[in-house]
């Protein structure tokens, strides 16, 4: 009889043991790498777009970092450009790229990273826009919409030339024969030309010595977010050098900027629409100038 209990007992031993060790194995879950998905970009523009994703599982670890990569190449990862979203949270992210190249093709994929590692999500692409005028400033694009032509006099007798200063506009600058006002980006030009009622149509170089000749301007300005009501804010920088090339067709004028600021950086840029004559231009950004 002690035997049999003895081995009724071992027996008992051993189904515990295992019904212990299954129901353990049971109760741990395996960790798996988080799942998730990309977003289709929104609000794409010439230089920004939003992009994201929607974590719906973290694989049964928290998640430690998420956000997006992007690339002009297929398949980016965290090698490449990437934005983290300060949230780790399960659900939907979005994020805003800026400093895009016009006119050119991204791919993007989101991410998500847990103590198993890291996954990406599918892949989308996007294409930025092109705008048909602008002027470039550190990476960034800034849109030009309306031109003007200001008409200062004659400057020099023989030969004559005339003060035509060139004012480009943001869309949303309001700019007539008075005193301009709203909050965007403004190029100046103080320029010079043979024809009192147009910008003949040549390269315009900066002078330096400020000799009135035809084809050159002496002062330029940029302004990037300046408030014109108040003539503050914003970046304002003096122009101290390189050309405006001005073509015509027609009443369609391309002017192609290539310029340095007062602070050694470039400011380029194209613009392509007419520009309208101001005979008698009041206050008008001559006001403007940085004292």
């Given at each position: 009889m002690k035997i049999i209990s003895i081995k009724k007992t071992v027996f008992y031993f051993s189904l515990l043991t295992i019904l212990v060790a299954t129901g353990c194995s049971k109760d741990k879950e395996e960790v798996l790498t988080p799942a998730l998905t990309t977003l289709v970009p929104t609000d794409i523009a010439h230089s920004s777009a939003t992009v994201g994703g929607n974590i719906t599982a973290d694989g049964g670890a928290g998640i430690t970092a998420m956000g997006v990569v992007w690339g002009t190449n297929p398949n980016p990862d965290l090698n490449d450009s990437f934005m983290a979203s300060e949230?780790?949270?399960?659900?939907?992210?979005?994020?805003?790229?800026t400093g895009l190249d016009m006119n050119t093709t991204y791919y993007v994929r989101a991410y998500a990273t847990n103590s198993q590692g890291t996954e990406y999500g599918n892949e989308v692409s996007f294409k930025t826009l092109v705008l048909s005028s602008y002027f470039n400033y550190e990476g960034n694009s800034y849109e030009l919409d309306k031109g003007f032509i200001e008409y200062y006099g004659q400057i020099n007798e023989n030969p004559a030339t005339y003060n035509?200063?060139?004012?480009?506009?943001?869309?949303?600058?309001?700019?007539?024969?008075?005193e301009p006002?709203?909050?965007?980006?403004?190029?100046?030009?103080?320029?010079?030309s043979s024809s009192?009622?147009?910008l003949v149509p040549g390269t315009y170089s900066y002078d330096v010595l400020a000799t009135y000749n035809a084809n050159t301007f002496d002062f330029g300005l940029t302004y990037i977010d300046i408030n014109l009501d108040t003539g503050s804010g914003g970046q304002q920088m003096e122009i101290e050098g390189g050309t405006v090339k001005i073509e015509k067709s027609g009443q369609t004028y391309e002017i192609t900027i290539d310029c340095t600021l007062d602070n050694g950086k470039k400011v380029t840029g194209y613009y392509k629409n007419s520009l309208i004559f101001i005979a008698?231009?009041?206050?008008?950004?001559?006001?403007l100038k940085i004292n």
């Open positions: 949230n780790n949270v399960l659900g939907i992210f979005n994020l805003t790229l035509l200063d060139l004012v480009l506009v943001s869309p949303d600058i309001n700019f007539s024969d008075e006002s709203g909050i965007g980006h403004v190029l100046y030009f103080q320029m010079f009192m009622t147009d008698d231009p009041g206050k008008s950004t001559k006001a």
